[in-house]
């Protein structure tokens, strides 16, 4: 029997796969606990739909998230940082404070997005990666000043 799963299932597969299985695992253990359904015409042209609307959302949010990484890729944050001996800076600029600088630009975007390769404690631009989504990424320059 041919079922589509609505739930990733161990050893059998992943929601919205059509997997053929014996009529009785089918009937007594996957559709009666809500793991699958049985594929029928109307079953697999609801998931066709379902997957295409899946699919034009996550086009429109990638598109969305491409254009806020074009807005930034040219913009410099800067951070004031207090210096002491041969300008060296007390303590570093974390994630936290990139983002909360970024929210008073007006983009909300989370700290686990930005992924500095070293820490960000000497005076200069820098360069840091922000990760806005798989398929967008791009560098922000951070800039340290006295």
Do not use: W
């Amino acid at each position: 029997m041919k079922v589509i799963l609505l739930k990733d299932v161990k050893g059998q597969g992943k929601k919205d796969q059509i997997i053929n299985v014996s009529d009785g695992y089918a009937n007594n253990y996957l559709i009666k606990n809500g793991l699958a359904v049985a594929e029928t015409k109307k079953s697999k042209e609801v998931l066709d739909i379902q997957l295409q609307k899946r699919k034009d959302e996550e086009d429109a949010l990638v598109r969305n998230m491409q254009e806020i990484a074009n807005k930034l890729k040219d913009k410099n944050i800067s951070f004031k940082v207090k210096t002491g001996a041969m300008d060296k800076v007390f303590g570093a600029i974390s994630t936290k404070q990139i983002s909360d600088e970024l929210k008073k630009m007006g983009y909300n975007i989370d700290k686990k997005c930005i992924k500095p390769q070293f820490p960000i404690d000497t005076l200069g631009t820098h360069k840091v990666p922000v990760e806005l989504h798989k398929k967008v990424k791009f560098d922000l320059n951070i800039v340290l000043k006295k």
